[in-house]
């Protein structure tokens, strides 16, 4: 199902975890990783689809050597499991953001559902159905304005870009009824482009009652992604009530991810403002992940649970009292909250092995009678990851081996 911004928006839209479609998964970079790693990004048109491969022209070329006029040949557009070819149609366009030989012949798309964009015809124009960052949302854009937002994002910058973005943005301070599609689209921008001194625009922004709708979640997602790439004075406070406050999911997650990219940068005093939500959120916060569907593939759609981002953030910047809710997560009956607990203990054993509870790990699992008891083959496998040893889903053998006393998980 989509949910559309407007006409024009293909939103993916939340969705419950479904994964019975496939077992083959893989995940979508983000469009500024994607074009960052990429070798070759260009404009193309198909001249020969094939089973395995499609052969492209280049009529312009966006980031790597000038190649236009040179035929290139894309592999990885489609999984063999999941389609029987690629998708391309003969003398289609396409945005192709490419790995391999720049001056070669021979080229890979990052997955097979990222790194092309086709243009196609809606009504009486002819649109690229483009990606501004967020795997999970395709929109139709002007190709021109697409191609200079790939060409920004290769550069690290686009004067022209951001200067129309304040422009437009500053129009939505008081328009009606709000442009949805122009918003998301300059937010986008704003994140990828803008400065700190941007960040009082933003706020305003937020503070319009219409951006609070539930429909519009996806709007307050990517001004919280633009919030924690600005980095302002004010943006941990604001992101702070945005992880706490919004009652949609999968904002509190962006929110929460944007917030841990900014403590570092903080002062000693804010850093411990900023991180008070976290320890809260790592509590309170709802486990389960939200998965989009509709824009490409939804199985390729995971955004962490709320709970998971608090819990990670805490690894890395509060790590004692992420152990103290790590460990209450360890005791739901909640195989969700289980799992982000034990990816907490994961990645604080990377970062410091003998800062990791392990008794206080095995003293949660469930006895043998215990209904959840199933839940043990997530403590066993994070244990053997930790220890090294292999003693499987056994609450006993674990507990002997480490030391703990018995009884009941606490």
């Not at 243009?119 to 139709?140: H, K, Q, Y």
């Not at 937002?149 to 129009?171: D, M, N, P, V």
């Not at 199985?299 to 690894?315: C, E």
Request: one cysteine or more.
């Amino acid at each position: 199902m989509i949910r559309a911004l407007n006409l024009l928006l293909l939103l993916a839209c939340a969705a419950a975890p479904c994964w019975a479609q496939s077992d083959v998964f893989w995940d979508d970079p983000s469009l500024e990783d994607a074009v960052r790693d990429a070798d070759l990004v260009v404009l193309a048109q198909a001249k020969e689809v094939g089973p395995h491969e499609v052969r492209y022209e280049v009529l312009r070329t966006l980031k790597g050597p000038e190649r236009k006029g040179a035929t290139l040949r894309v592999q990885g557009l489609f999984h063999p499991d999941l389609a029987d070819g690629p998708p391309s149609q003969p003398e289609e366009r396409a945005f192709l953001i490419l790995r391999g030989e720049a001056s070669g012949d021979s080229f890979l798309v990052p997955t097979p559902t990222f790194g092309r964009f086709p243009i196609r015809r809606f009504g009486a124009s002819e649109l690229a159905v483009a990606c501004l960052g967020d795997t999970f949302v395709r929109l139709p854009l002007d190709p021109e304005l697409y191609a200079q937002f790939l060409s920004g994002l290769a550069a690290g910058q686009s004067t022209k870009l951001i200067t129309a973005a304040r422009e437009a943005l500053q129009a939505q301070l008081e328009a009606e009824p709000l442009d949805s599609t122009a918003l998301y689209v300059n937010l986008r921008l704003l994140a990828c482009f803008g400065a700190a001194g941007d960040e009082p625009l933003l706020i305003k922004l937020l503070d319009r009652a219409a951006l609070g709708a539930p429909d519009r979640y996806r709007l307050r997602m990517a001004a919280a992604q633009a919030l924690g790439a600005l980095r302002g004075p004010r943006a941990a406070s604001v992101l702070s009530a945005l992880a706490l406050d919004d009652e949609v999911p999968a904002v509190q997650t962006t929110a929460i991810r944007a917030l841990e990219r900014l403590v570092s940068k903080l002062d000693a005093e804010a850093r411990k403002a900023a991180l008070a939500p976290l320890i809260e959120l790592a509590q309170t916060a709802k486990s389960e992940a939200t998965v989009f569907s509709g824009a490409e593939d939804p199985r390729r759609n995971v955004l962490p649970s709320p709970l998971s981002a608090a819990l990670l953030a805490l690894a890395l910047h509060a790590p004692a009292e992420g152990t103290r809710a790590a460990l209450a997560a360890l005791e739901r009956a909640d195989a969700d909250a289980v799992g982000s607990g034990l990816v907490f203990f994961q990645v604080l054993g990377d970062r410091d092995a003998q800062a990791v509870p392990l008794a206080e790990i095995a003293s949660r699992m469930r006895p043998a009678d215990h209904e959840d008891v199933d839940l043990n083959l997530l403590f066993a496998r994070t244990l053997r990851m930790l220890t090294g040893e292999d003693l499987g889903p056994s609450r006993d053998a674990w507990l002997t081996k480490l030391g703990a006393p018995g009884g009941e998980p606490r």
